[in-house]
């Protein structure tokens, strides 16, 4: 049971480079969330998905963008990196529409913007 | 959304109880009290969650306050594995697809 995976889980880019990183869940979650998380903070919500085909932006969206074309995948989109990007990156998943779910989360991407 | 506050760290010894707080006092009738903690180099597991009633599991016991202005979080018998931060964060029915994570609290415990 692979349960939340994230893809690639280190990755250096240089200024202005683009890159995705891949959130799969195997769950049939309907609700997924990309997190970020800078040394030393909490977890800041950059964007989420109700469902597949839909996206809303959480408190710091700017600077990405993401995608929900299958229902298992979530991608994150960073277009044009910078070194304020430079974070460990968490997706999460939820089974449930409700209150009551637990939230599964992956092992993280660490990404360096150099 | 509303919001949480949690102390920035506390500390314990090993084999002993922990609490820790949490206060939520613009919280609403359909929010559910969710706990998570994150060790080190690793992402959230959830902990434990509840509405108005306390619930225990075999990780932890929640105790809500009955006016659910506040929880604690009790760990019975912490041990050095239980070293992590924790969050407590709510989630609505309504705009439950939002969730939003505070700083947490850095359980330090001490041999």
């Known amino acids: 049971n692979a349960g939340v995976t994230q893809t690639p889980k280190f990755r250096v880019l240089k200024t202005g480079q683009s890159m995705t990183l891949l959130c799969a869940q195997d769950m049939n979650h309907e609700y997924m969330y990309w997190y970020r998380q800078d040394p030393g903070m909490g977890l800041r919500l950059i964007h989420y998905s109700v469902g597949e085909g839909t996206t809303a932006k959480g408190e710091v969206p700017d600077g990405y963008n993401v995608s929900r074309l299958k229902k298992q995948n979530f991608l994150l989109g960073l277009e044009s990196a910078a070194p304020s990007q430079t974070s460990v990156y968490f997706c999460?998943?939820?089974?449930?529409?409700?209150?009551?779910?637990?939230?599964?989360f992956g092992e993280g991407s660490r990404l360096t913007v150099l | 959304d509303a919001k949480t506050t949690q102390p920035n760290s506390m500390e314990s010894n090993e084999e002993e109880p922990v609490h820790l707080p949490c206060n939520h006092s613009?919280?609403?009738?359909?929010?559910?009290i969710h706990w998570y903690r994150q060790l080190p180099s690793q992402g959230p597991e959830y902990v434990i969650h509840?509405?108005?009633s306390n619930v225990n599991n075999r990780m932890a016991s929640l105790a809500i306050a009955e006016d659910r202005k506040s929880s604690t979080l009790i760990l019975h018998r912490a041990t050095l594995r239980d070293a992590a931060v924790y969050y407590c964060i709510l989630r609505d029915e309504t705009s439950g697809s939002r969730l939003t994570f505070g700083e947490g609290t850095q359980l330090t415990v001490n041999p």
């Open positions: 999460a998943s939820t089974p449930v529409r409700g209150s009551t779910g637990e939230l599964f």
């Open positions: 509840g509405l108005t």
């Open positions: 613009t919280i609403s009738g359909t929010d559910y």
